[in-house]
């Protein structure tokens, strides 16, 4: 069983920077990988960026590639998210996520075992 928590959301303004972190309170991450998806209201889950179990492949949605880093740091059982040149339209929840595999990522929600309760990310205009 595996127990994630979000954490570090807040309000931005546009162009900054804000990095939130996904810790699991419960279980350990290693042999999972993780996800970051945002829910924003009125649309469905987006698929952000995945980290493989080893950190060795990351993936990024179009929409966040290249304002977007993911990293993992196992020893401390937590991923993190580090996001730049922020912009009003990425405002939303921003939930982790972890899939059990070896060196596989997903960005499909569907796909996920576990996820965190989630973290809001608010960049005003």
């Known amino acids: 069983q595996l127990q994630l928590v979000e954490s570090g959301g807040g309000l931005v303004q546009s162009g900054g920077s804000l990095n939130v972190s996904c810790a699991a309170s419960?279980?350990?991450?290693?042999?999972?990988?993780i996800g970051w998806f945002r829910q924003a209201p009125g649309k469905e889950r987006e698929g952000l960026s995945c980290?493989?179990?080893?950190?060795?492949?990351?993936i990024y949605a179009d929409s966040v590639k290249g304002r977007f880093t993911m990293s993992r740091d196992n020893a401390k059982n937590t991923v993190y998210l580090q996001m730049s040149s922020l912009k009003p339209e990425d405002t939303a929840v921003y939930y982790c996520?972890?899939?059990?595999?070896?060196?596989?990522?997903?960005?499909?929600?569907?796909?996920?075992?576990?996820w965190g309760q989630g973290t809001q990310v608010t960049v005003s205009s």
């Open positions: 980290i493989s179990d080893t950190g060795f492949s990351t």
């Open positions: 419960k279980g350990t991450l290693d042999y999972y990988a």
């Open positions: 996520a972890a899939i059990l595999g070896y060196n596989y990522c997903s960005g499909i929600p569907g796909e996920y075992d576990y």
